[in-house]
């Protein structure tokens, strides 16, 4: 049962993020690049939809390679 809810949401996920490349793709910021530019950006469309989402995961992978920089010295 669980797995199925997984997939679910992974699904409408995805979806989405599909759909807003295709918003992208005709209307949007970067109309005039191509289809998988904006499908690039559908992969990962909360942080292009709310920029502080994005300041948020470039946080956070700047701490883990920092983090994994200098732990893998020792």
Known sequence: M???IKATLIGGYFFIGFLFAIYQH???????KSFMFNLGQGIVWPAV???SVGKF???VLTLAIIGFLVLRRR
Request: glycine fraction near 18%; charged fraction near 10%.
């Open 49 to 51: 939809m709310f920029p």
């Open 57 to 59: 995961i470039g946080g």
């Open 2 to 4: 669980k797995q199925n």
């Open 26 to 32: 005709f209307w949007g910021r970067y109309n005039y």
